[in-house]
């Protein structure tokens, strides 16, 4: 029953009381899945839903008279009128099927009353094939985003967020993740919904459907199902503490071993692991097991395998390390945000360049900039907390600080103790973010001096949520300027890449004439289409697809270096029996052309430029040099049109 298809396991399928009939999803051509009815007696399969609408997570309730599933059928949109877009806020519903023919609907004005416990055992189980599709109802709850539903004893469970993030896509089928869901329970006697206090990470109900077991943050507790949806609460708290169990680590360590080797064995993207026998493969590096010292060295073996297989995104890590480690100090080295110099001739240091908030980014923080600070790049820093520096001296041991601690800096404009004053500042545990928006905004004054205004610049540091708002940003900033260089140099990947290539690809129509006004782009959204995309080999994965695609669909012109190389990525890691985790490389791509495009290779640049070691000694980036000519050659090549209004008409 596994689908080979499309994803990866069938991991949404549920036993009927009666333990002979399955039900479960299977995506199906158009990437909807549809619910299906397995009978383990006969070996018949029965579709329980059509392919139309996207439905997952069927399970039958304790009474065996009911199944059902989340749907993908609501289609009210939240407009995005910012970017000429939309989004489908609600999507899921909620369905029931009834199994058996002959009953009346189970909701509106004719809806039977729920028959008595006992009369309801005395009935045996049984599903009506014929006719199954057309006794399919919603139940009367709001749509939202809902996901992971379990069917109990007259009551239907299910977990939604408020909107889905790119931290959730995993959680889909695999309910690991942070205390942020709402647990709903509907009644189907009462025809009511609640919704519990408390947000949850994970539950499950008990075989017989009247109990629930819920963990919040690292506790866990139990409950009646009943009692739960008439308090809304989560129960007594599981004293987790007094449990006792013993582990044969050799043997565990075998059973996370054989899950490694079998999770590749049925997911790894070719069922040939590329020329490699997996079989051999195991009982090779399974010889190893008897000699480790520790779960590191198993995660070690483990990478070693899979790395017989020369391809990216094999990720292993994690599991049971042994006894925590002691509490950390709470003390940490600060930073001021700034970075000194020597000054040979005053023998002290220098702020050669303090950081802070930039033109485009007004939210960072920076300590030595506030407003009550007279602070300025090229003043001296001549101490910390009354301990005078000179240069060569040691700051940091000056800074040891605790959350929220703060120290006194003495600071002149002249090398000298006469006429300095002493600020209270608060040092930061990190300040790469300072440096990063600071580095980006350098480069657009460079970029702005070079083209005098005419080119916008953006560097998109990652394919999530994150990356497409600091796109969205840039995009909306600059799309009408002449020519635009994106920068996608350390991009980590993600999996949003043809987001951004559809706001590229888009093309000026028309343009809107109103009263007053001057006649303005339609769509609003489309540039001018003169792009540089800057790629090197720290930009991986999906940041590496999209400088292939760019350059494939003939966006625009690639700089740089060839990326990464790794473009045979992940859908679904797997956790070991102890909360380690191994990735399977499972979704390779391959172009239109027929080749495997970016693995063991990376994206090529159209114009090769590599950032020498000496010319960024000397604080020069070749890579931005070469993207800055390049697009202007472009917008002289393609300059602008001015697409003058034509006359009015006469009628």
């Known amino acids: 029953m596994k689908n080979d298809e499309f994803y990866w396991e069938i991991s949404d399928y549920a036993w009927a009381p009666d333990s002979r009939w399955i039900a479960y999803s299977l995506v199906q051509y158009n990437r909807n899945s549809q619910i299906f009815l397995y009978d383990t007696a006969t ?19 304790a009474d065996g008279r009911h199944l059902y599933f989340v749907s993908s059928r609501n289609f009210g949109v939240q ?151 008439q308090s809304k609460g989560l129960g007594e708290r599981l004293s987790l503490e007094t449990f006792v169990y013993r582990v044969e680590l050799q043997e565990e360590w075998n059973q996370i071993f054989n899950d490694c080797w079998r999770w590749y064995r049925d997911f790894f993207y070719d069922a040939g692991f590329h020329g490699r026998d997996w079989k051999a493969m195991g009982e090779k590096y399974r010889a190893y097991i008897p000699y480790l010292s520790s779960r590191e060295e198993l995660n070690w073996v483990m990478s ?59 939210n960072l923080v920076g300590p030595l900039v506030r407003p009550d600070l007279a602070v300025r790049e090229g003043d001296y820093l001549l101490a910390i907390n009354g301990v005078p520096l000179k240069a060569g001296d040691d700051h940091f041991k000056l ?144 940041g590496e697809a999209f400088a292939d695609h760019f350059k494939t669909r003939q966006i625009g012109t690639v700089v740089g270096v060839p990326s990464w190389g790794g473009l045979v990525g992940v859908l679904n890691g797997q956790m070991t029996i102890d909360n380690g985790r191994v990735e399977q490389s499972n979704n390779a791509f391959y172009g239109r052309e027929g080749k495997w495009i970016v693995e063991n290779h990376g994206a090529d640049p159209d114009i090769l430029v590599d950032n020498d070691p000496g010319s960024a000694v000397a604080g020069r980036d070749l890579q931005l040099e070469k993207a800055i000519e390049v697009i202007l050659e472009k917008i002289q090549k393609n300059p602008p049109k001015s697409w003058e209004r034509p006359p009015y008409p006469k009628k």
């Not at 910012?82 to 029931?96: F, R, S, W």
């Not at 205390?179 to 709903?184: G, N, S």
Request: proline letters at 6%; glycine letters at 10%.
């Open 43 to 61: 070996g018949k399969r029965s579709a329980v839903t059509d392919d139309f609408y996207d439905n997952l997570y069927p399970s039958f309730d």
């Open 79 to 229: 407009m995005d009128f910012y970017e000429d877009n939309h989004v489908i806020a609600t999507p899921q519903q909620v369905m029931v099927v009834q199994l058996r023919a002959g009953e009346k609907p189970p909701f509106g004005a004719d809806a039977p009353e729920e028959k008595s416990e006992k009369k309801a055992e005395a009935e045996p189980f049984r599903i009506d094939l014929e006719g199954l599709e057309k006794r399919v109802y919603p139940l009367p709850v709001d749509p939202g985003n809902y996901f992971y539903l379990k069917a109990g004893k007259g009551k239907i469970l299910w977990a939604s967020v408020d909107k889905f993030t790119e931290d959730e896509y995993e959680e889909i089928f695999n309910p690991r993740g942070a205390t942020k869901w709402d647990l709903h329970i509907f009644d189907m006697a009462d025809k009511k919904e609640v919704v519990l206090s408390d947000k949850v990470r994970e539950f499950d109900i008990s075989p017989n459907g009247e109990q629930l077991i819920v963990r919040k943050e690292s506790d866990m507790s139990t409950i009646s199902v009943d009692k739960a949806y």
């Open 304 to 362: 070693q395998m899979v790395g017989e297989l020369c391809v990216s995104h094999t990720y292993i890590g994690g599991g049971d390390y042994g006894p925590a480690a002691g509490p950390r100090s709470p003390l940490y080295t600060g930073l001021l945000g700034a970075d000194l110099a020597p000054d040979s001739a005053a023998g002290l240091y220098k702020l050669a360049r303090i950081y802070g908030p930039t033109e485009i980014n007004l």
């Open 399 to 542: 800074l040891q600080v605790a959350q929220g601690q703060k120290v006194k800096v003495t600071i002149n404009a002249r090398p000298a103790m006469e006429g300095a004053k002493t600020y209270e500042v608060e040092p930061l545990r990190n300040d790469q973010p300072l440096r990063y928006f600071r580095w980006i905004q350098d480069n657009i004054r460079k970029i702005n001096q070079a083209t005098n205004g005419r080119v916008g610049y953006m560097h998109i540091n990652a394919m999530g949520s994150g990356g497409i708002g600091e796109f969205d940003k840039y995009w909306r900033a600059f799309r009408y300027k002449d020519g635009i260089i994106l920068d996608l140099r350390r991009n980590s990947g993600g999996w949003t890449e043809y987001f951004l290539i559809d706001k590229l690809e888009r093309e000026l129509t028309s343009f809107n004439v109103l009263r007053g006004m001057v006649p303005f782009r339609y769509p609003g959204t489309a540039g001018n289409g003169n792009y540089v995309l800057i790629s090197n080999e720290n930009n991986g994965s999906d």
